[in-house]
């Protein structure tokens, strides 16, 4: 029976592991310790790694049918525990308790729909002499290291791939939101094999650690593009495989003929669903002039109302900002945003209580070179931003390092799919964001990612491909009878 309120513990060779020392896990709603986490060392992280280099080899000629059966099992035992997930989900990481569900169920739904994809094989020649055909094979000992706005979600986006196709892992959750994760690997323990899924917890020593360890053969990493550039100058001395999940600074370009009232809601949680802490929110929204007082009204009216508190109080549909670093540095932007003389037409005023409350802050039009409209907020902060050419919309758009996603919103589909195809991102949604399935490829272009998650695409990145060339079996031609006076 696993307990959701005490003994967090690490999971490593299929035991349960505390931590020499530990590190206390924030409430940001309320700044009280929730619990506390191990924090693991370098002989407990050497430990993990060997175990799942040991568990690998049996792991990886494990029948198929059985590892589908793990990964399903995942999905099951997060179903089996949706309430208890649910609360302490929303204790360590803030989202309110009502908005939990798509993450926590959508865990479950994930492992489940992933334990039924295939890994396809080429058949690349077939020829009375020859068959060549190419396979996946899985890679090693995976490293998984995973943010703090999505903590079960993107665990499981890699867990379930690398487990699936034959890997072992080794996953590692930030140290802002390591709870949910430590069940997890509590809960499975047994049902794997031991050694084949590895949790460990812990300060900022340990992810530089898995990145650099030789006993590591791949890095699936989900996070800020400056610590991704870390991980892969990292992961270049063994040359690790890596795929790399990074930021974003998301355009939302909203063409004049929508229907204002019925876009306003789904584009304010674009913006500020999860506090505006997702990779793929709405960061930038560009609204056509003759439409801007209208959308700019809608959404300031849908911030001051939308309420924001403790996630585990009735009624709260945003919470805080998720750790006191992010809550300062949306601070500072907001700070700066006022030296600049930038208007706001909501919010602006961080709670001066306790907890790490920003209310949702719309800036009216800032100008392009602004911190507000160029760096990425990761949090409730949002430039609202005028323009007359949809030409110049989609440049502004495009002119970013970042290409993580994007938006259009239109009635008109054959405009919005005219503008979807100019934006240079690895996803667009028409008149929706965040729909990310298991079975739709998910990258970041320029400097919001390398590789692919999802889809078989993103299955294959937990693979290397393997060619087998068979000449068919060698038989020694019949010897030709020797002709009668041949030789004459
Ligand atoms: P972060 O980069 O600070 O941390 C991410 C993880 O990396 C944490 O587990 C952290 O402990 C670990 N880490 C920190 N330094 C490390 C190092 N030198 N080597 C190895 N690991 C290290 O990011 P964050 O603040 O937790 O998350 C926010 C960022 O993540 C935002 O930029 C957001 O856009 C991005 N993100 C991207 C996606 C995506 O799919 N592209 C999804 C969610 C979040």
């Not at 890994?119 to 703090?148: K, M």
């Not at 409730?380 to 970013?400: Q, T």
Request: charged fraction near 20%; hydrophobic fraction near 45%; glycine fraction near 10%.
């Amino acid at each position: 029976m696993v307990d959701f309120t005490r003994d967090f513990t690490m999971t490593i060779d299929g035991e349960a592991v505390v931590g020499d020392a530990t590190i206390d896990v924030i409430n940001p709603a309320t700044e009280e310790p929730v619990a506390r986490a191990p924090d693991c060392s370098r002989d407990q992280l050497d430990a993990a790694v060997a175990a799942a280099r040991a568990a690998f080899t049996g792991w990886r000629a494990t029948p198929i049918e059985q590892r589908r059966a793990a990964v399903a099992k995942i999905g099951e035992v997060i179903g089996a525990h949706m309430q208890e997930f649910s609360r302490l989900f929303t204790l360590e990481q803030g989202r309110p308790l009502a908005m939990v569900g798509p993450e926590v169920g959508g865990a479950a739904f994930w492992a489940q729909q992933v334990s039924q994809q295939e890994l396809p094989v080429t058949v690349n020649e077939e020829t009375p002499n020859r068959r060549s055909e190419t396979r996946h094979v899985p890679i090693g000992v995976v490293g998984a290291i995973v943010p703090w706005n999505f903590p079960l979600m993107i665990g499981i986006w890699k867990i379930a791939g690398a487990l699936l196709t034959g890997n072992a892992l080794v996953i590692k959750p930030s140290p802002y939101t390591p709870l949910t994760m430590l069940k997890l690997g509590e809960a499975m323990r047994e049902h794997l094999p031991p050694g084949v899924f590895n949790v460990v917890s812990g300060g900022d020593a340990v992810g530089p650690w898995i990145t650099a360890h030789p006993g590591i053969d791949k890095i699936s990493f989900t996070g800020s593009t400056a610590t991704g550039k870390r991980v892969m100058e990292n992961a270049s001395a063994s040359l690790k495989r890596i795929t790399l999940e990074l930021g974003g600074n998301d355009a939302a370009i909203v063409l004049p003929d929508v229907d204002v009232a019925a876009i306003a809601e789904p584009l304010f949680w674009a913006a500020f669903g999860n506090s505006g802490q997702v990779c793929t929110a709405a960061k930038r929204i560009y609204v056509h002039e003759d439409i801007y007082g209208e959308v700019a009204t809608a959404l300031t009216a849908l911030a001051r109302n939308i309420p924001m508190g403790d996630g585990l109080a009735e009624g709260n549909l945003l919470g805080p900002v998720q750790n006191r670093a992010q809550f300062e540095r949306v601070k500072a932007l907001i700070a700066q945003a006022k030296a600049n003389g930038e208007t706001f037409l909501t919010g602006g005023e961080p709670s001066e209580g306790k907890g790490y409350f920003i209310p949702a802050t719309i800036v009216d039009n800032p100008p392009e070179d602004s911190a507000t409209v160029q760096e990425e907020a990761f949090g409730p902060l949002v430039p609202l931003l005028k323009y007359s050419d949809v030409d110049d919309a989609i440049a502004r758009a495009n002119a970013s390092d970042y290409g993580l996603a994007g938006s259009v919103w239109s009635n008109d589909m054959e405009a919005a799919l005219a503008v979807a195809e100019r934006l240079e991102t690895g996803t667009v949604w028409i008149n929706e964001t965040l729909y990310v399935m298991p079975w739709t490829p998910f990258a970041g272009h320029k400097q919001s990612g390398i590789g692919v998650e999802h889809g078989i695409e993103g299955l294959l990145e937990f693979t290397v491909p393997q060619t087998i060339t068979a000449r068919k079996p060698l038989v020694a031609a019949p010897r030709e009878p020797a002709t009668e006076g041949a030789e004459a």
